[in-house]
T-cell receptor, first 112, second 113 residues
Framework: DADVTQTPRNRITKTGKRIMLECSQT?????MYWYRQDPGLGLRLIYY???????NKGEISDGYSVSRQAQAKFSLSLESAIPNQTALYFC???????????FGPGTRLTVL | GQNIDQPTEMTATEGAIVQINCTYQ??????LFWYQQHAGEAPTFLSY????GLEEKGRFSSFLSRSKGYSYLLLKELQMKDSASYLC??????????????FGKGTKLSVIP
Protein backbone atom coordinates (compact mmCIF):
# COMPACT_ATOMS: atom_id res chain seq x y z
CA ASP A 1 0.00 0.00 0.00
CA ALA A 2 1.12 3.53 -0.77
CA ASP A 3 2.53 5.51 2.17
CA VAL A 4 1.00 8.82 1.03
CA THR A 5 -2.42 8.78 -0.61
CA GLN A 6 -4.53 11.54 -2.10
CA THR A 7 -8.21 11.69 -2.96
CA PRO A 8 -9.63 12.35 -5.43
CA ARG A 9 -7.05 11.65 -8.14
CA ASN A 10 -8.93 13.71 -10.70
CA ARG A 11 -11.60 16.36 -10.28
CA ILE A 12 -13.42 18.64 -12.67
CA THR A 13 -15.46 21.42 -11.12
CA LYS A 14 -17.00 24.77 -11.92
CA THR A 15 -16.00 28.28 -10.96
CA GLY A 16 -17.31 29.22 -7.51
CA LYS A 17 -17.61 25.68 -6.17
CA ARG A 18 -16.02 24.61 -2.90
CA ILE A 19 -13.53 21.79 -3.29
CA MET A 20 -11.66 19.69 -0.74
CA LEU A 21 -8.59 17.62 -1.53
CA GLU A 22 -7.56 15.05 1.04
CA CYS A 23 -4.21 13.57 1.95
CA SER A 24 -3.45 10.64 4.26
CA GLN A 25 -0.12 9.15 5.26
CA THR A 26 1.01 6.03 7.08
CA UNK A 27 4.65 7.08 7.49
CA UNK A 28 4.16 8.57 10.95
CA UNK A 29 5.66 11.89 9.85
CA UNK A 30 4.81 15.14 11.60
CA UNK A 31 5.60 17.41 8.64
CA MET A 32 3.02 17.61 5.88
CA TYR A 33 2.90 19.92 2.84
CA TRP A 34 0.59 20.94 0.01
CA TYR A 35 2.10 21.99 -3.35
CA ARG A 36 0.71 22.89 -6.70
CA GLN A 37 2.51 22.24 -9.97
CA ASP A 38 1.88 24.18 -13.15
CA PRO A 39 3.59 23.63 -16.49
CA GLY A 40 6.68 25.79 -16.71
CA LEU A 41 6.43 26.98 -13.12
CA GLY A 42 7.60 24.05 -11.06
CA LEU A 43 6.35 23.05 -7.62
CA ARG A 44 5.16 25.85 -5.34
CA LEU A 45 4.32 25.49 -1.65
CA ILE A 46 0.77 26.37 -0.61
CA TYR A 47 0.70 25.39 3.08
CA TYR A 48 2.86 23.51 5.52
CA UNK A 49 2.09 21.84 8.86
CA UNK A 50 4.65 21.01 11.53
CA UNK A 51 2.07 19.04 13.51
CA UNK A 52 -1.64 19.07 14.28
CA UNK A 53 -1.43 22.43 16.08
CA UNK A 54 1.00 24.24 13.77
CA UNK A 55 0.03 25.36 10.27
CA ASN A 56 1.94 27.84 8.16
CA LYS A 57 1.32 29.66 4.90
CA GLY A 58 3.58 28.97 1.99
CA GLU A 59 4.46 30.97 -1.08
CA ILE A 60 0.97 30.95 -2.64
CA SER A 61 -1.67 30.48 0.08
CA ASP A 62 -4.22 33.04 -1.17
CA GLY A 63 -7.48 31.33 -2.16
CA TYR A 64 -6.67 28.17 -0.19
CA SER A 65 -7.19 26.92 3.34
CA VAL A 66 -6.07 23.76 5.12
CA SER A 67 -7.03 21.54 8.01
CA ARG A 68 -4.82 19.09 9.90
CA GLN A 69 -7.36 16.71 11.36
CA ALA A 70 -4.78 14.29 12.75
CA GLN A 71 -1.11 13.50 12.36
CA ALA A 72 -2.00 11.33 9.38
CA LYS A 73 -4.48 13.64 7.61
CA PHE A 74 -4.03 17.03 5.94
CA SER A 75 -6.77 18.51 3.77
CA LEU A 76 -6.62 21.39 1.29
CA SER A 77 -9.75 23.43 0.52
CA LEU A 78 -10.56 25.83 -2.25
CA GLU A 79 -13.44 27.88 -0.84
CA SER A 80 -14.52 29.29 -4.20
CA ALA A 81 -12.62 27.70 -7.06
CA ILE A 82 -11.43 29.81 -9.99
CA PRO A 83 -9.99 28.70 -13.35
CA ASN A 84 -6.40 29.73 -12.53
CA GLN A 85 -6.45 27.15 -9.74
CA THR A 86 -6.44 24.47 -12.40
CA ALA A 87 -3.25 22.54 -11.63
CA LEU A 88 -1.72 19.31 -10.36
CA TYR A 89 -1.77 19.27 -6.55
CA PHE A 90 0.65 17.22 -4.48
CA CYS A 91 0.69 16.39 -0.81
CA UNK A 92 4.05 15.50 0.76
CA UNK A 93 5.42 14.42 4.14
CA UNK A 94 8.80 14.44 5.81
CA UNK A 95 10.25 13.23 9.07
CA UNK A 96 12.02 16.52 9.80
CA UNK A 97 12.87 19.71 7.91
CA UNK A 98 16.17 18.13 6.92
CA UNK A 99 14.89 14.89 5.46
CA UNK A 100 13.58 14.22 1.99
CA UNK A 101 9.92 14.72 1.27
CA UNK A 102 7.69 11.85 0.17
CA PHE A 103 5.02 12.83 -2.30
CA GLY A 104 1.54 11.49 -2.86
CA PRO A 105 0.37 10.53 -6.37
CA GLY A 106 -1.22 13.93 -7.01
CA THR A 107 -4.68 15.30 -7.71
CA ARG A 108 -5.38 16.78 -11.13
CA LEU A 109 -7.90 19.59 -10.62
CA THR A 110 -9.66 21.36 -13.48
CA VAL A 111 -11.79 24.42 -12.77
CA LEU A 112 -14.09 25.38 -15.65
CA GLY B 1 14.72 36.17 -2.86
CA GLN B 2 15.11 32.72 -4.27
CA ASN B 3 16.10 31.89 -7.82
CA ILE B 4 16.97 28.49 -9.23
CA ASP B 5 17.97 27.88 -12.84
CA GLN B 6 18.00 24.59 -14.72
CA PRO B 7 17.96 23.86 -18.45
CA THR B 8 14.43 23.28 -19.66
CA GLU B 9 15.11 20.23 -21.80
CA MET B 10 17.94 17.84 -22.61
CA THR B 11 18.29 14.84 -24.91
CA ALA B 12 20.79 12.03 -24.50
CA THR B 13 21.43 8.60 -25.95
CA GLU B 14 20.82 5.30 -24.21
CA GLY B 15 24.01 4.07 -22.54
CA ALA B 16 25.59 7.53 -22.45
CA ILE B 17 26.32 9.91 -19.57
CA VAL B 18 24.39 13.14 -19.03
CA GLN B 19 24.98 16.03 -16.63
CA ILE B 20 22.07 18.22 -15.52
CA ASN B 21 23.14 21.53 -14.02
CA CYS B 22 21.43 23.66 -11.40
CA THR B 23 22.49 27.14 -10.30
CA TYR B 24 20.89 28.97 -7.41
CA GLN B 25 20.80 32.36 -5.75
CA UNK B 26 18.99 32.08 -2.43
CA UNK B 27 18.81 33.94 0.87
CA UNK B 28 21.01 31.52 2.71
CA UNK B 29 21.64 27.87 1.96
CA UNK B 30 21.08 24.74 3.99
CA UNK B 31 21.03 21.91 1.51
CA LEU B 32 20.06 20.94 -2.02
CA PHE B 33 17.80 18.10 -3.16
CA TRP B 34 17.39 16.38 -6.49
CA TYR B 35 14.09 14.69 -7.34
CA GLN B 36 13.01 12.62 -10.35
CA GLN B 37 9.51 13.00 -11.73
CA HIS B 38 8.07 10.84 -14.50
CA ALA B 39 5.29 12.44 -16.50
CA GLY B 40 2.04 12.55 -14.54
CA GLU B 41 3.61 10.98 -11.47
CA ALA B 42 4.87 12.12 -8.08
CA PRO B 43 8.43 13.39 -7.58
CA THR B 44 10.71 10.84 -5.94
CA PHE B 45 13.85 11.63 -3.97
CA LEU B 46 17.25 11.05 -5.59
CA SER B 47 19.88 12.84 -3.52
CA TYR B 48 20.65 15.45 -0.88
CA UNK B 49 23.83 17.54 -0.69
CA UNK B 50 24.64 19.91 2.13
CA UNK B 51 28.46 19.88 1.96
CA UNK B 52 30.68 20.53 -1.06
CA GLY B 53 31.65 17.54 -3.10
CA LEU B 54 30.31 14.53 -4.92
CA GLU B 55 27.74 12.08 -3.58
CA GLU B 56 27.51 8.83 -5.51
CA LYS B 57 24.53 6.51 -5.44
CA GLY B 58 24.63 3.78 -8.06
CA ARG B 59 24.24 5.21 -11.55
CA PHE B 60 23.38 8.63 -10.16
CA SER B 61 25.78 11.14 -8.61
CA SER B 62 25.22 14.66 -7.35
CA PHE B 63 27.78 17.41 -6.91
CA LEU B 64 27.61 20.63 -4.91
CA SER B 65 29.74 23.78 -4.82
CA ARG B 66 28.32 26.20 -2.26
CA SER B 67 30.77 28.99 -3.13
CA LYS B 68 29.61 28.90 -6.76
CA GLY B 69 25.92 28.31 -6.03
CA TYR B 70 26.08 25.31 -8.32
CA SER B 71 25.07 21.68 -8.38
CA TYR B 72 24.82 18.99 -10.99
CA LEU B 73 23.21 15.59 -11.28
CA LEU B 74 25.18 13.03 -13.24
CA LEU B 75 23.40 10.05 -14.75
CA LYS B 76 25.55 7.22 -16.08
CA GLU B 77 24.68 4.30 -18.35
CA LEU B 78 21.45 5.96 -19.35
CA GLN B 79 18.37 3.77 -19.69
CA MET B 80 15.11 4.53 -21.44
CA LYS B 81 13.36 4.59 -18.05
CA ASP B 82 15.52 7.59 -17.08
CA SER B 83 13.38 9.74 -19.36
CA ALA B 84 11.78 12.06 -16.81
CA SER B 85 11.96 15.54 -15.37
CA TYR B 86 14.68 16.22 -12.82
CA LEU B 87 13.94 18.82 -10.16
CA CYS B 88 16.52 20.75 -8.21
CA UNK B 89 15.31 22.12 -4.84
CA UNK B 90 17.14 24.34 -2.36
CA UNK B 91 16.54 24.64 1.36
CA UNK B 92 17.24 28.16 2.62
CA UNK B 93 19.16 28.91 5.81
CA UNK B 94 18.02 27.25 9.00
CA UNK B 95 15.40 28.91 11.17
CA UNK B 96 12.10 30.39 10.13
CA UNK B 97 11.32 29.44 6.56
CA UNK B 98 13.82 26.60 6.44
CA UNK B 99 10.99 24.21 5.64
CA UNK B 100 10.17 26.06 2.43
CA UNK B 101 12.01 24.25 -0.29
CA UNK B 102 12.38 26.33 -3.42
CA PHE B 103 12.08 24.15 -6.51
CA GLY B 104 13.54 24.83 -9.90
CA LYS B 105 11.26 24.45 -12.91
CA GLY B 106 12.79 21.09 -13.73
CA THR B 107 14.80 19.67 -16.61
CA LYS B 108 12.96 17.32 -18.94
CA LEU B 109 15.38 14.59 -20.04
CA SER B 110 14.60 12.50 -23.08
CA VAL B 111 16.65 9.33 -23.59
CA ILE B 112 16.71 8.13 -27.18
CA PRO B 113 17.83 4.74 -28.54
Amino acid sequence: DADVTQTPRNRITKTGKRIMLECSQTKGHDRMYWYRQDPGLGLRLIYYSFDVKDINKGEISDGYSVSRQAQAKFSLSLESAIPNQTALYFCATSLTDYNEQFFGPGTRLTVL
Amino acid sequence: GQNIDQPTEMTATEGAIVQINCTYQTSGFNGLFWYQQHAGEAPTFLSYNVLDGLEEKGRFSSFLSRSKGYSYLLLKELQMKDSASYLCAVRPASGAGSYQLTFGKGTKLSVIP
